[in-house]
């Protein structure tokens, strides 16, 4: 099975506080992941990309994988309301399939 | 650079009518994918494709098909479409580093 899990939430945090998303998935072949970010009503955007074990950091934005847990999860620190949006969790798996979990909705208050 | 196109943006069908959505990417990308994400759900992989000629299934298939027969394109049909089709699809490609570009989006009402 090549599933992803998110918790749907939603998620609300002040402004300026740290946003904790998580992720879990199901098949160990998968190498790769993401983070993509979608505003209402518009197209999925990449935020995070990571391959290995560890933390990788991109502004704001880290992203942390622990293969032997299956888990990933991305911290958005001094979250601003722009932030406010749904994320997706994505694992490839083999010959390039790729899969999404449910999403979690964020909600970033002034 | 106009990256992922898909047409139309807006359908309504009627139960049992048949379409087909387009898909055309400008990148030069070999891997394409068709998705569909229902209201506050995540995108559910229907097929997709690592090059001309090859296409895969993914999560839901039943009651789609698609073709490639060139790098650019990537069609995905309707066949007798049915209310549980009204959804959202979203064209997207990638290169070997796996970021999707995504289309617009296609927003489909079954009636």
């Known amino acids: 099975q090549k599933e992803v899990e998110q918790n749907s939430g939603p998620l609300s945090v002040p402004e300026g506080a740290i946003a904790s998303l998580n992720c879990t998935y199901s098949?160990?072949?998968?190498?790769?992941f993401f983070w993509y970010r979608q505003y209402s009503g518009k197209s999925p955007e990449l935020i995070m990309s990571i391959y290995s074990n560890g933390d990788k950091e991109d502004g704001r934005f880290t992203a942390q994988l622990n293969k032997a847990s299956q888990y990933v999860s991305l911290l958005i620190r001094d979250s601003q309301p722009s932030d406010s949006a749904t994320y997706l969790c994505?694992?490839?798996?083999?010959?390039?399939?790729?899969?999404f979990g449910a999403g979690t909705r964020l909600t970033v208050k002034p | 650079n106009a990256g992922v196109t898909q047409t139309p943006k807006f359908r309504i069908l009627k139960i049992g009518q048949s379409m087909t959505l387009q898909c055309a990417q400008d990148m030069n990308h070999n891997y394409m994918y068709w998705y569909r994400q229902d209201p506050g759900m995540g995108l559910k992989l229907i097929y997709y494709?690592?090059?001309?000629?090859?296409?895969d299934k993914g999560e839901v298939p039943n009651g789609y098909n698609v073709s490639r027969s060139t790098t650019e394109d990537f069609p995905l049909r309707l066949e007798l479409a049915a209310p549980s089709q009204t959804s959202v699809y979203f064209c997207a490609s990638t290169s070997l580093t796996g970021e999707l570009f995504f289309g617009e989006g296609s927003r489909l009402t079954v009636l």
């Open positions: 494709s690592v090059g001309a000629g090859i296409t």
């Open positions: 098949d160990r072949g998968s190498q790769s």
């Open positions: 994505a694992a490839l798996y083999n010959n390039n399939d790729m899969r």
